[in-house]
């Protein structure tokens, strides 16, 4: 199993897998499909997926199969296939839980600035990951990285998921990479969060999935030493964030040019 900080040999790592975690079957073919592509690719990989959506638009969203039975899917998968996984935490009471079967806590972009979420996931020992806040800098993103190690824990990782622009679209600003990269962590680019379109009428984010391949090259020139993004075998028909979804027989050809263009960079 790879480790902590995950980047090998000069090329980027991915985070990737289903939104959510939607039944117990459908994620452990996911996860076989990307285990082979990047074994053969040779890209240091982590299996994401959430297993639960705590922060839904609408009371009626999809949020879960239940805490126990998603995370043991997270633990089947990781047990399988011998690769790290990633899911969110979303209260301090959670991280314990979560990380009994989850190798990265993440801590979502809403509540990157909790300080006793942030302190639970570090007492952990485990990896956390913190998703820039849409309505933060990238330098003001120093200070979450200080309470995860100033609570003893030197595992930290931050993703850029873009920043808020108007009620209703992101933009990515890519001085954020090497700016979080300067307080010495690894910096990941969520290429399909940042192309979301929140807040629409429907109460069902949106997205412009069509940009994926453009957000991830400019990320990878830009140096990010991680991609993450949300795949699934049909997105039309996912139960949570479709709109801004990979489809999964697409993951392949994107990463190959990803890869291409890091070896021109490196």
């Known amino acids: 199993m790879i480790t902590y ?17 939607e039944d117990e079957t459908s994620p452990m073919h996911i996860a076989e499909v990307l285990v082979e592509t990047t074994s053969r ?41 011998g690769i790290p996984v990633v899911t969110d935490i979303h209260t301090a009471e959670e991280a314990g839980m979560a990380a009994e079967y989850a190798d990265v ?47 003893g824990n030197d595992k ?16 990515v600003d890519y001085r954020n990479i090497p700016i979080m990269q300067g307080f010495g962590v690894p910096v990941v680019l969520d290429v399909t969060h940042s192309l979301q379109r929140p807040n629409q009428t429907s109460g069902v984010t949106g997205g412009k999935p069509e940009m994926i391949g453009v957000i991830a090259k400019a990320g990878i020139a830009a140096g990010a030493d991680g991609i ?14 479709g709109a801004n979804m990979l489809p999964l027989d697409k993951v392949e050809g994107l990463l190959e040019q990803l890869l291409a263009l890091a070896t021109v960079l490196n």
């Open 228 to 241: 993450f993004m949300e795949t699934h075998p049909d997105p039309a028909h996912a139960l949570s964030d």
């Open 156 to 171: 930290v990782m931050l993703t850029e998921r873009g920043s808020m622009f108007g009620y209703q679209d992101l933009v």
């Open 5 to 21: 900080p995950y980047k090998q040999a000069g090329r980027f790592f991915l985070m990737a897998g289903p939104c959510v975690i």
């Open 105 to 151: 806590l993440q801590i979502p972009a809403f509540l990157c600035r909790q300080t006793d979420l942030l302190v639970a996931a570090a007492k952990t020992g485990k990896v956390v990951n913190i998703k820039k806040g849409q309505f933060l800098s990238g330098e003001s993103m120093g200070f979450a990285v200080e309470k995860v190690k100033l609570s």
């Open 41 to 81: 690719l040779g890209i240091p990989y982590i299996f994401k997926a959430s297993y639960r959506k705590a922060n839904r638009s609408r009371l009626d969203s999809f949020t879960g199969i239940g805490d126990e039975k998603a995370l043991k899917v997270l633990g089947k998968i990781r047990d399988t296939f």
